[in-house]
């Protein structure tokens, strides 16, 4: 599994995923909360690992030409 760039990306994403699994009757309770729990150690790991000030960027700043 790749992550997303951002926590923007993560949320956007995980927000996908809820949607699909709520129509999806083939996924379990179990595979749901094992994926938000992947998803929201990601997101930790990310704030525990960065400094603050970039923890909480929403978009990536784009590279100087």
Do not use: Q
């Amino acid at each position: 599994m790749s992550y997303p760039r951002n926590y923007f990306d993560a949320l956007c994403e995980t927000m996908d995923f809820l949607r699909a699994a709520r129509a999806d009757e083939a996924l379990s309770k179990a595979d749901v909360l094992d994926s938000l729990e992947n998803r929201v150690s990601f997101l930790l790991t990310k704030l525990l690992a960065t400094p603050t000030t970039t923890g909480f960027s929403l978009f990536h700043a784009e590279p100087p030409p």
